[in-house]
């Protein structure tokens, strides 16, 4: 019995590791589309590094910047896709896809709202800001993050997970704040657009349980890239 729980979760954690490593190259494909040089691409440099900490090989990384980058003569196309719906008790939901076959990506998409409500472009979008938002952790020299945020010329600052911060910027501005906190020595881990929603929905634990399983059952889809709900 033992042995069997064992192998059990040794195929659950390479089945976690295969699905990260298509999330992380996923990333890697859509940085690139600005451009395959991660020094002169700073989403691509950001993304790279991820994918080197979870230790993804040179040859998969490679791949996937130059299939973004579209230098790859093997048919592959991939295009964003953005779905917009409800989870149960009425949470909007934002779903951003990367993809090469939307008709599958479609199919799949369906099938996962079908304890919710997909709706049309537009349907729930209008209740979400669209930020630039950067990941970063304090420099050595310990800075008041708000003050950095300030100075940079973002729009926001807020605490993150591990100690890090989040700030919030105009969509344009992404690069330019990301530069600026370079500048002062912040430690960026992530630097990407977003959706953050404008009145999210508070729920009790029960039903927010249940919002959250339908999240992860979206997020588990190999052709989604990032789920954004109106959760609070």
Known sequence: MG??????GRAEAADAKGKL?????KEI???????PDPSMNPRLRLAVEAAKKNSMTKDTLERAIKKGAGLLDDGAVFENVVYEGFAPHQVPVIVECLTDNKN??????RMLFRKGQLGASGSVSWDFNRFGAIE????AKAEDPEEA????????????DDGSFRFLTEPAELDTVGKALSARGWNLTSQELVWVAKNPVTLDDEKRAEVETFLANI??????????PGLA
Request: hydrophobic share 40%; net charge negative.
């Open 219 to 228: 997020d588990d889809d190999d052709d989604v890239r990032t789920v954004y």
């Open 149 to 160: 945020a300030i100075e940079a010329g973002a729009q926001n600052v807020e605490p993150g």
């Open 3 to 8: 042995a069997q729980w064992k192998a059990k």
């Open 21 to 25: 490593f298509t999330k992380l190259a």
């Open 29 to 35: 494909m859509i940085a690139a589309k600005a451009g």
């Open 136 to 139: 970063a952790s304090q420099p």
């Open 104 to 109: 599958r990506t479609a199919t799949n998409v």
